[in-house]
């Protein structure tokens, strides 16, 4: 894409379909080490389209962490460190 003399630049479709971005919608340019990224700021969704893309990536992360057979305890503890200083009696 290119910059017009105004600074301005056209957001592709699939991007905007993508990050929920419309009319109205505010967008930051965060410099990163490799450029710049494109953050929305206020995604002008509803609670039930906001909830339906959370839902997207819950179910993309799903299965993506291997704890090695330890149960969610064990990792807790392991994540966390001993919590001696606990009266769980």
Not at 5 to 19: A, F, N, Y
Not at 31 to 38: F, I, K, N, P, S
Request: overall charge negative.
């Amino acid at each position: 894409m290119r910059v017009t003399t105004k600074g301005q630049v056209t957001i592709p479709k699939q991007i905007r379909d993508h990050l929920g971005i419309g009319p109205g919608s505010e967008v930051e340019f965060v410099a990163t080490d490799e450029g710049a990224r494109l953050v929305a700021v206020n995604q002008n969704l509803s609670e039930e389209e906001a909830a339906r893309k959370f839902r997207e990536v819950l179910d993309k992360m799903e299965g993506t962490l291997d704890l090695g057979g330890m149960t969610t305890d064990e990792y807790m503890e392991w994540l966390r460190g001993s919590r001696e200083d606990l009266d769980v009696g």
